[in-house]
């Protein structure tokens, strides 16, 4: 069944034909030979699945365990490089992933890589030599710490194990193509990490990568020395390359094994210590070996030199054998072990060491063989013992021997230690039931349904600890047998999350998300939308509001009829009624993306924009010290998306985007509008293209005042039509910021005559005052109208009719007209015009030299003689201002005319 899946995978995500390996060829590029099956989906589909199971693997917790295992067999399945780019950085964010995601990405492709049949990495061509280097390039980075290998113990050496295990994986030749990639290619850093991972890959065949580097002086030097002695077993360090060589000559046809037993072998016999801990590396090395010599693993065992000595070797075996998928070796000299080691159980041993036998028992046998049995009565023995040690350990030992009696006792052992209160033996239990190959009691073993449910039930108090509680929502959500889950544990797991309990929030959260598991039938998938929906209120944390509209926003399978007509509306009702009323930023953005991700049915956009605008009343009626910052954003974010969606109807995109202009977010009003294409609704009649012409001038209304409509006249032309149409439907808003907004929008439009003729009635008119802006605007494009109709009278007393007669549109008119009036000879005019502006204008001010000359030359020329000594003083007095680096050419130029000009008729 496992082929046969992966083989249905293989053909979903794309597998690799032979091809000729060219590794020149550059990183990711595809062999013209080389064909990609992508099944019915495009490039794009696989970019999207890819893009979702990247989302799995970052969702944390014990829940979705199962879900990021299997996304991470499916991106090893896949040809496509980013699935495994995807991999790489989950491993290169290792510290920030969930609990056992990298030990699961590393212990999978060690398999995938000892598989030379697989279909993607079995095939020796450039794509999987690729592969192999956008890997290891990450892999090594496991060792970039001080020190870089991680003392025994520590969490990270079980990382940088599993980092070396998959090295070992490779095929020699593929590991001799990586590693000298990888010292060759990469930078002094690049070549120190890789040296430690040739220092933990069994291949003496690399060791004169290492040994290149003997003679370098600093850091790279003493990595190369420290990591080849580690590699060799020779004691202390090569102090040369020739050393090396010549230690190599002797020793290159010699296998990893066989320099571990050299090493072991050759110590001192009065150096006990350290000959057991060689011993004990060569039991690691002898046990890591795909067929396991296990008579010379028996043989090391029957002889520690002492106690303490024997209790190393276990310790070793124990931890080589829980990184084993496959015992391998002979069965027969296994059992044969195992008959020893059961052997010495009755011979008065200390707790600790037939606690510890007892788990090496348990990974020493496989159930069915004829020894199994044995063990697991030795087992069971041990939770009656006396010493609480040795009844951890037979629990820990039951993990890899899940039967229906088996987990009948465990349950029992847990029950009874509650009632004593040993909460080590508890912990064990919860431990014990929730492991991936144990599962939860069938709906036909009702009375060992009832003691496990007894039991869990009994963990979930307040008084317990925190992470009890989390062990036993593990083990409540574990199927059946049969692949399904009880009923009662849906029943356990809604009474945790309801506030009657006193739990923790972070305990309430856990099993909230496991509540989703048990949504198999349509009857209790009802139950659970209905519960979780109820969570929306007041009286429930923060937290526990936002993990249920995260877990409302994907709801369960059901029937059409069941998700339109009841799931999605309530849900809609009860999470969209938070918008309005709720505090806390968490639970108000989880609603955020819950609601767009139901948007999409048939009558919820309509409800969920409701919702949106009956939170933007809430929200405008709040007084403004109260509101928050994130209340603001949720709502313009979701009015933005909901409005901007491709072919909604004008009925419903106006309503959103309504409300973004109620919210005067210019920003988001205008991408709707621009979404939606507007200016194609011209000639369309209806109450919703009013309201849609509408929202281009309460856009217009809100453009900001730094910002021209000369700069933006895609937008002007959009709200001259937008005023155009609504006047054609007999709904023009006639209040004076309209007008006013009309004025100067026709006049960045040049359309001069309908300035002068709608400027002029809007300053006229009593019953719509202007305020001080309005009219300024309006007198202001009335005067450049003017202007630009030569009429300079005219725009001159317009300007003079200003309040604010120092606005900067004002002063660049009057600097206009002041050009003009030279234009015509009317010399004295334009220096009246010009000295106003000129006054107005600060020296900091970048108009203020333009000006300055103007103002000069119509001095100048008003009276050439008289004037011109006056005039030139005044130049010679600011030449630096326009003589500097950063004055423009043209300024130049004009400045050295009017002055060589001037000069002259000074004589």
Not at 456 to 463: E, F, G, I
């Amino acid at each position: 069944m496992t082929h046969l899946l992966s083989f249905a995978l293989a053909l979903t995500v794309g597998t690799v034909t032979p091809s000729t390996d060219d590794p020149s060829r550059p990183e990711g590029a595809t062999n013209s030979n080389t064909n990609v099956q992508q099944g019915p989906g495009s490039t794009q589909d696989v970019a999207d699945r890819i893009a979702d199971l990247r989302r799995v693997l970052l969702q944390p917790g014990p829940e979705v365990r199962e879900q990021r295992e299997s996304a991470v067999d499916e991106l090893l399945l896949m040809a496509d490089r980013r699935a495994h780019v995807v991999l790489c950085e989950m491993l290169s964010k290792r510290a920030e992933a969930p609990v056992g995601l990298t030990a699961r990405i590393l212990d999978s492709l060690e398999r995938k890589w000892r598989q030379p049949r697989d279909p993607v990495f079995g095939e020796a061509n450039a794509e999987r030599a690729g592969l192999h280097r956008l890997y290891a390039t990450t892999l090594v980075r496991v060792f970039d710490r001080d020190p870089a290998i991680a003392p025994a113990g520590h969490p990270h050496a079980a990382t940088q194990e599993l980092v070396w295990r998959c090295f070992r994986a490779l095929l020699p030749a593929d590991r001799k193509r990586v590693f000298d990639t990888l010292t060759s290619a990469g930078d002094d850093a690049q070549r120190r990490l890789t040296m430690w991972a040739i220092a933990g890959s069994r291949d003496l065949g690399a060791a004169p990568f290492l040994a290149k580097a003997l003679d370098d002086g600093g850091v790279t030097g003493s990595t190369a020395r420290a990591a080849l002695s580690m590699l060799t077993f020779v004691e202390g360090s090569f102090g040369s390359l020739a050393e090396f060589q010549k230690w190599y000559a002797a020793n290159r046809d010699r296998r990893y094994v066989d320099l571990a037993e050299a090493a072991a072998r050759s110590r001192n016999e009065s150096a006990q210590t350290r000959r057991s801990a060689l011993e004990a590396q060569l039991i690691t090395a002898l046990v890591a070996a795909e067929e396991v010599d296990w008579k010379q693993v028996a043989g090391i065992l029957r002889r520690p030199a002492t106690a303490a000595a024997m209790v190393t070797f276990l310790q070793h075996l124990h931890a080589a054998l829980a990184n084993k998928t496959s015992l391998g070796g002979s069965p027969e000299d296994r059992l044969s072990l195992v008959k020893t080691l059961v052997a010495t159980l009755d011979s008065g041993l200390r707790s600790e060491d037939l606690g510890l036998r007892l788990e090496v028992l348990a990974r020493l046998v496989v159930n069915g063989e004829a020894d199994a049995s044995g063990v697991v009565e030795r087992l069971v023995a041990g939770l009656s013992h006396e010493d609480v040690v040795v009844r951890v350990a037979a629990l820990r030992g039951l993990t890899q021997h899940f039967s229906t009696s088996n987990r009948r006792v465990v349950v029992a052992a847990g029950l009874a230690a509650l009632e004593s209160g040993e909460l080590k033996i508890v912990e064990g239990a919860l431990s014990c039931l929730g492991q991936r190959n144990w599962v939860a009691p069938s709906a036909g073993e009702a009375a060992d349904a009832q003691a496990w449910h007894t039991f869990l039930d009994r963990v979930l108090v307040p008084s317990l600890p925190l992470e009890f509680k989390e062990l036993a929502i593990e083990v409540a959500v574990q199927p059946t047998a049969e692949k399904t889950r009880s009923p009662q544990s849906f029943d356990l797991l809604m009474n945790v999350v309801s506030a009657e309990r006193k739990l923790e929030v972070t305990v309430r959260q856990q099993a909230l998300s496991g509540l989703r598991l048990f949504t198999e039938d349509e009857a209790r998938a009802d139950r659970y939308v209905r519960f979780v929906a109820g969570l929306m209120v007041d009286d429930e944390p923060s937290e526990i509001r936002a993990s249920a509209a995260r877990m409302l926003g994907t709801l369960p399978e059901g029937s059409r009829k069941t998700r339109d007509e009841v799931w999605v509306p309530l849900v809609v009702k009860n999470v969209g009624g938070r918008l309005a009323v709720e505090t806390e930023e968490a639970p108000m953005r989880a609603a955020l993306d819950c609601l767009m991700k139901l948007a999409g049915g048939p009558e919820s956009p309509t409800n969920v924009i409701g919702k949106f605008s009956g939170a933007v009343e809430a929200y405008l009626a709040t007084e403004e010290s109260a509101r928050k910052p994130f209340q603001r954003e949720v709502l313009v974010e979701g009015l933005r998306r909901l409005g901007a969606v491709d072919r909604r109807p004008i009925g419903q995109w106006t309503r959103a985007a309504s409300g973004l202009a109620r919210l005067e977010d210019r920003t988001a009003l205008r991408f709707v509008l621009d979404r939606q294409r507007v200016s194609e609704l011209k000639d369309r009649d209806g109450a919703s293209v009013v309201a849609a012409w509408r929202l281009v001038v309460e856009a217009g209304l809100l453009k900001p005042a730094d910002r021209t409509w000369r700069s933006n006249a895609t937008e002007a032309a959009q709200v001259e039509l937008a005023f155009s149409e609504l006047e054609r439907l007999k709904e023009l808003p006639d209040e004076a910021r309209h007008r006013a907004l009309r004025v100067v929008v026709l006049a960045a439009l040049d359309k001069q005559d309908d300035v002068l003729t709608r400027g002029k009635d809007a300053l006229s008119k009593q019953d719509r005052p202007l305020d001080r802006a309005e009219r300024d605007a309006i007198t202001t494009a009335v005067a450049s109208a003017h202007l630009a109709k030569s009429q300079l009278v005219d725009a001159a007393a317009m300007l003079d009719t200003l309040e604010d007669k120092a606005a900067p549109s004002a002063l660049r008119i009057r600097t206009d007209l002041a050009r003009a009036h030279m234009g015509r000879n009317e010399y004295g005019s334009a220096s009246t015009v010009i000295q106003v502006a000129l006054v107005a204008t600060p020296e900091e001010n970048p108009a203020f030299p333009e000006r300055f000359l103007v103002a000069q030359e119509a001095q100048f020329r008003t009276n050439p003689k008289g004037n011109a000594a006056k005039v030139a003083e005044a130049l010679r007095a600011r030449r630096g201002m326009f003589t500097a680096e950063s004055t423009p050419a043209p300024l130049k130029a004009q400045f050295a005319a009017l002055l060589a000009e001037v000069e002259k008729a000074q004589g």
